[in-house]
């Protein structure tokens, strides 16, 4: 599975962006997807993230309201739709496929990964 993240860039405090991850390959319903982010010097962190296996989702709890994570399965693509950004959500936003069944927030549990998108928010 190839891993192909966009829709980031720059954006003022309290507005939206909808950030894509689009992945090659048939069997794209068979892994859970998460976001991730990672700053500069600290470690890739949860952000949201979809099961394949029961469709439920999962939020970090500084996201939580905010943010909402869905995917399209015929089109391949997840999404992450980021709604009254703040000044601290500006890093590198990674998406991440994952098969196994159960689902995890643990980047350590990942298989692929896509290359990164930036997000800034100005204040």
């Known amino acids: 599975v190839q891993l192909q993240a966009s829709g980031g860039g720059l954006v003022q405090a309290g507005g939206s962006l909808r950030l894509s991850c689009a992945a090659s390959?048939?069997?794209?319903?068979?892994?859970?997807m998460g976001w991730f982010r990672q700053a500069p010097g600290k470690e890739r962190e949860f952000v949201a993230g979809?099961?394949?296996?029961?469709?439920?989702?999962y939020y970090a709890d500084s996201v939580k309201g905010r943010f909402t994570v869905s995917r399209d399965n015929p089109e391949n693509t997840v999404y992450l739709q980021m709604n009254n950004l703040k000044p601290e959500d500006t890093v590198i936003y990674y998406c991440?496929?994952?098969?196994?069944?159960?689902?995890?927030?643990?980047?350590?549990?990942?298989?692929?990964w896509g290359q990164g998108t930036q997000v800034t928010v100005s204040s």
């Open positions: 991440a496929a994952d098969a196994g069944y159960s689902f995890s927030s643990l980047p350590v549990r990942y298989d692929y």
């Open positions: 390959g048939r069997t794209f319903s068979t892994y859970s």
């Open positions: 979809i099961s394949w296996s029961t469709g439920k989702t």
